[in-house]
């Protein structure tokens, strides 16, 4: 019955999956068995063969060396690899209040010991003068880095990640980018948005499956490593190699995974990301103006305008809970999220740490007529 559902949770994870993302799940289970990298045979070769491919159309697709693409098993592992790797032996960091617990964990973890230290500064949605004035603010001399979401998972709030880099750069500092929410939804440059390490999942607007995900380091970059062991190269040294990828992925790369992601990825470039996202941004415009309009129910966002945010729209109904109003949307056919969506101190600002926010995140899939039927059934439950 799950499956009749309506789908617009896809800030968590996509879904459905494009069908030729299935068709290359079974291809690479049937034809890609080897383990790459670790015989000579021709399974194992056609196996890293279909690897370097897919390493190749990404490091195309996010303009950086193809080296310099790591795959990971999700954006948390991929954010814990860069900031333990860069701030290895201590330091600050500045990060946003926005930011997923994928980043302010790490981070909090690490300010238990007294060498590192970080600190959370404001955004201010529709004034990046401000933003920045606050980011710049908190550097201080033993700052190594700026680690900061593309946009938020929560609000939508599209971050001034090219400003950023640049101010990042002007002191010295690596700019760390957390793509969760944003990868293959925006068109990301590195070269030109100034990123040092991005760190997305897979499984999100890349169409990948979960267990998927990537930290990519700008070129020439190389960081100090959270995990050593088999790569199937230099293996008479008990040292882990140096050079990339191999010096970030220990242990059997997921070629399953990989597949999928080059499946996702040549989706994406078939449908084009700016027609997505406008097709996206369409539909969550038209929930978030009902939202803004209706009396039993709020939301979060100021404005909602196209380059300033991401098709992500929460909103509250008055006299009910998050998770109670996302159990009687389920019953009535939709699925969305609710809860704190892993942000806490975005919710602290907003002051719905209480009773958390509904989260409505199309994907490429979704439709007008299901947006339509959304907001008919929202109408009937606030008796608007």
């Known amino acids: 019955?799950?499956?009749?559902?309506?789908?617009?949770?896809?800030?968590?994870?996509?879904?459905?999956?494009?069908?030729?993302?299935?068709?290359?799940?079974?291809?690479?289970v049937t034809v890609y068995g080897g383990n790459a990298g670790r015989?000579?045979?021709?399974?194992?070769?056609?196996?890293?063969?279909?690897?370097?491919?897919?390493?190749?159309?990404?490091?195309?697709?996010?303009?950086?060396?193809?080296?310099?693409?790591?795959?990971?098993?999700?954006?948390?592992?991929?954010?814990?690899?860069?900031?333990?790797?860069?701030l290895a032996g201590g330091g600050h960091a500045v990060c946003s209040i926005l930011d997923h617990n994928s980043v302010l964990r790490p981070l909090h973890a690490l300010a238990g010991h007294p060498s590192h230290s970080f600190t959370a500064v404001p955004?201010?949605?529709?004034?990046?003068?401000a933003t920045l004035k606050g980011f710049e603010s908190?550097?201080?001399?033993?700052?190594?880095?700026?680690?900061?979401?593309?946009?938020?998972?929560?609000?939508?709030?599209?971050?001034p990640?090219?400003?950023?880099?640049?101010?990042?750069?002007?002191?010295?500092?690596?700019?760390?980018v957390d793509a969760a929410q944003s990868a293959g939804v925006l068109p990301i440059d590195m070269d030109r948005l100034r990123i040092d390490i991005l760190c997305t999942a897979g499984h999100k607007g890349l169409y990948g499956i979960t267990?998927?995900?990537l930290m990519i380091l700008r070129s020439g970059l190389t960081i100090p490593t959270l995990l050593e062991g088999g790569t199937g190269s230099a293996s008479i040294r008990l040292d882990q190699p140096e050079f990339l990828p191999d010096r970030f992925e220990s242990g059997t790369v997921g070629s399953v995974g990989v597949a999928?992601?080059?499946?996702?990825?040549?989706?994406?470039?078939?449908?084009?990301?700016?027609?997505?996202?406008?097709?996206?941004?369409?539909?969550s415009k038209k929930l978030w103006r009902f939202c803004r309009d209706c009396s039993g129910i709020s939301t979060v966002n100021k404005t909602f305008e196209t380059d300033t945010h991401l098709p992500v729209v929460s909103f509250a109904i008055e006299?009910?809970?998050?998770?109670?109003?996302?159990?009687?949307?389920?019953?009535?056919?939709?699925?969305?999220?609710?809860?704190?969506?892993?942000a806490p101190l975005a919710h602290q600002m907003m002051g719905t740490t209480e009773n958390g926010l509904i989260r409505f995140s199309p994907s490429a899939f979704s439709t007008e007529e299901s947006v339509d039927r959304l907001i008919y059934t929202l109408s009937v439950m606030t008796g608007k």
């Open 138 to 159: 908190a550097i201080r001399p033993d700052t190594k880095a700026i680690v900061c979401t593309h946009g938020s998972n929560v609000n939508g709030v599209i971050l």
């Open 260 to 283: 999928s992601l080059g499946a996702g990825l040549r989706f994406l470039k078939s449908r084009g990301l700016q027609t997505i996202y406008r097709h996206e941004m369409r539909l």
């Open 123 to 129: 955004v201010y949605e529709g004034d990046e003068e």
């Open 319 to 342: 006299g009910v809970s998050s998770v109670e109003a996302v159990e009687r949307l389920s019953e009535r056919g939709f699925a969305l999220r609710g809860g704190l969506h892993c």
């Open 161 to 176: 990640i090219k400003a950023l880099g640049e101010l990042a750069h002007r002191h010295g500092l690596l700019f760390i």
């Open 211 to 213: 267990g998927t995900g």
């Open 1 to 28: 019955m799950c499956f009749n559902l309506v789908y617009f949770d896809n800030a968590a994870t996509t879904f459905p999956k494009p069908a030729a993302v299935t068709r290359a799940v079974q291809q690479a």
């Open 39 to 86: 015989s000579g045979h021709a399974i194992s070769m056609k196996t890293a063969q279909m690897i370097f491919e897919v390493r190749r159309e990404l490091a195309d697709f996010f303009h950086t060396d193809v080296e310099q693409v790591i795959f990971t098993y999700n954006c948390t592992m991929s954010l814990n690899m860069a900031i333990k790797g860069v």
